[in-house]
């Protein structure tokens, strides 16, 4: 139909995947001694889904955290989109482009749910006004399938549930990228074959996506790129198959013995 | 705010206005004027500190300290430079804009123990404040200060009801604000900081700022009523002013009535303000503050969400318990003020309302609530969506 937009489209994007959209460098974090990250370089290109992995304790979630703005890095730049954005409010990063969920959901308990994706078109970059958020917040539970509970308090919905809420309200911000922190714990395997499939649907909108996983068989199915932390160090990066066939992965995530 | 609410607000105020005119038709003692005065002012202090407190979740024990910047600012000004008093109401409100703007900025930069920080901060400063008023002679000294009447036309009718009016318009700014806030983007913002402020943040709400200015808006009010104030009680001094009854009181009523919606703290204010009244006045003063903890006690196990909520759902039994409250005292010819056979009335709303939904059910079972859920709009996208009716809670905000 508009052939000259789709043409702009391609244009802009094929210049996109040469350089990456979000890119760490030398990051580091230390919280009263403990060294959560120790110099993380890591760029994700648009259209990736970069998956994060390691053993507990390794800097995952200290990544997301500080990517987010959360946290500070004591050493280090994040660049977005070419842009240094380190040590800008979270509120900031997130108008920009970055999204995220947290491992254990935390929706906004005095709200209902449509009122909860609501919020998040309401606070991002075009500011939607509380009509508009409204109604754009119904789309966004349509595609998580939340319509039948969107007028229910988060308490009175289950964690499958809660978790795609987490999805809503992430993707009513309209992030460019996307980063999920454990989406698929506590929930059982017909819930998990369900949220994957959720989460490559995101993918096909267009969000480039870093997710954190420890279950391995979804890691290679959904995972164009596997990162391995570990120790706040990187340990490897490279394609989820050959990531997973280096010993030293293996040592760093099953233990000694078993390499 | 709509355009209706606004009217509804300026037509409610209208007609508060005009109740002084009433002395001119009927038996209306000048004492209810003052009564009515000390309602308006509580409103304003328990909206005041609602806005941020209530809204976001930041407890303040300073509510004192706002009111005393306030009433010392004008008292100081009207003393030392002559400055005209209705000037001084809002220099009043500006400096405990800037007390409230020094506070926050140093609270709410702490990421960690947020809250617990801001609740001592308020605490500390109220008696720090009351120690400088007590060793500056240019402030107060120990000695009190005297806020003499000011010259007004006299189209403002007698001195009572000047201050009377002036009262109402300080509790009409206070309400209107705490509602327009409330329905706003920014009100929003606020109940998403209760919530879960690191999460708000993370969406994209500018947290930090957010707190800032509810927390100015709070300061400026308490600050402008307790310039106003100082019309009513002439004669200030620092332990009636840095008192920490006024914290007390406006948690009370806040809680009594609802923190999460405007009327919340109205209704608080005249239930609570009321009932500490008639008990000083039928000399139960002494005994007055075990009885208002103990209606802090009953708020928590029985009304935990406030007196608003369960009102919305119940008003045709509170309207009635009411009524007949007031006519059956008239025609037995209670004797007495019309403010106690009010008190009563009131404490049996209240019960009324505090009666958990379990046991009126039992009586008559309620209507499904499900009948009142707003519904989805429909736009060409959604047309195919199917609701469960019994999937879809009402859920009374």
């Known amino acids: 139909m508009t052939a000259e937009r789709e043409v702009g489209t391609v244009s802009v994007e094929t210049l996109d995947r040469n350089a990456p959209i979000l890119e760490c460098r030398k990051l580091r974090m230390e919280f009263s001694g403990v060294r959560a990250l120790r110099g993380v370089d890591l760029a994700v290109h648009p259209g990736e889904i970069v998956a994060l992995v390691g053993p507990n304790g390794s800097g995952k979630s200290t990544l997301i955290n500080v990517l987010s703005g959360m946290f500070k890095p004591t050493a280090g730049r994040i660049v977005f989109r070419g842009e240094d954005i380190t040590g800008r409010a979270p509120h900031a990063i997130s108008r920009l482009g970055i999204g995220r969920t947290y491992q254990i959901p935390r929706p906004f308990s005095t709200m209902t749910v449509l009122e909860n994706v609501a919020f998040a078109a309401m606070f991002r970059h075009d500011g939607l006004s509380r009509t508009d958020a409204e109604t754009a917040a119904w789309e966004y539970l349509d595609f998580t399938r939340l319509t039948p509970v969107a007028h229910k308090l988060p308490p009175a919905i289950n964690l499958q549930q809660r978790k795609f809420l987490e999805l809503a309200r992430a993707l009513a911000a309209q992030p460019s990228v996307l980063m999920l922190d454990e989406v698929l714990t506590g929930l059982n395997p017909a819930e998990i074959a369900e949220s994957v499939d959720m989460v490559k649907r995101i993918h096909q909108s267009k969000v480039t996506i870093v997710i954190v996983e420890h279950l391995m068989r979804v890691v290679t199915e959904l995972a164009t790129r596997m990162v391995v932390l570990a120790q706040g160090e990187m340990l490897a990066d490279g394609l989820p198959s050959e990531v997973m066939r280096r010993p030293d992965v293996i040592t760093a995530y099953l233990g000694r013995q078993h390499a | ?397």
């Open chain 2, 1 to 397: 705010m709509t355009r209706r609410t606004f009217i509804s607000f300026l037509i409610a105020g209208v007609a508060l206005a005009l109740v002084p005119n009433l002395r001119g038709v009927a038996d209306f003692p000048v004492y209810n004027l003052v009564f009515m005065y000390s309602v308006f002012y509580w409103v304003t202090q328990a909206t005041s500190w609602n806005i941020l407190s209530g809204y976001s979740g930041y407890f303040s024990f300073g509510q004192a300290a706002f009111v005393g910047v306030g009433l010392y600012t004008t008292a100081v000004l009207t003393a030392h430079y002559h400055v005209n008093f209705f000037l001084t109401i809002a220099a009043a409100g500006a400096m405990s804009t800037l007390l409230a703007v020094v506070l926050g900025f140093v609270s709410f930069r702490l990421r960690s123990l947020r809250g617990e920080v801001f609740t001592l901060l308020t605490l500390i400063v109220a008696l720090a404040l009351a120690a400088v008023a007590q060793l500056s002679d240019f402030i107060d000294g120990g000695q009190g200060r005297t806020v003499r009447a000011p010259d007004y036309p006299s189209v403002f009718g007698s001195y009572n009801d000047l201050i009377y009016r002036m009262g109402l318009v300080m509790a009409l700014v206070a309400v209107m604000a705490a509602c327009a806030i409330q329905h706003s983007k920014f009100g929003r913002g606020l109940f998403a900081i209760r919530d879960d402020e690191d999460v708000a943040e993370a969406l994209g709400t500018p947290t930090f700022r957010y707190k800032m200015i509810a927390f100015a808006v709070s300061g400026f009010l308490a600050g402008a009523a307790g310039s106003v104030n100082s019309l009513q009680v002439s004669y200030v001094d620092i332990d009636g002013t840095f008192t920490f009854i006024t914290p007390l009181f406006v948690i009370l009523m806040s809680t009594l009535g609802g923190r999460n919606h405007w009327m919340g703290p109205v209704l608080g204010a005249v239930v609570i303000f009321t009932l500490q009244e008639r008990l000083a006045g039928g000399g139960f003063a002494s005994i007055s503050q075990i009885i208002l903890g103990a209606v802090l006690a009953l708020t928590i196990l029985f009304l935990p969400e406030g007196l608003y909520l369960r009102l919305r759902t119940r008003w045709r039994l509170a309207t009635v318990v009411f009524v007949v409250s007031m006519a059956v005292q008239t025609m037995v010819g209670a004797s007495g003020a019309v403010l106690t056979q009010f008190l009563i009335s009131l404490v049996l709303v209240v019960a009324s309302l505090g009666v958990p939904t379990r046991y009126l059910e039992r009586v008559r079972p309620l209507r499904p609530a499900s009948a009142k859920t707003p519904g989805r709009p429909v736009t060409a996208s959604v047309v195919n969506a199917t609701i469960e009716p019994e999937q879809v809670i009402h859920v009374d905000r």
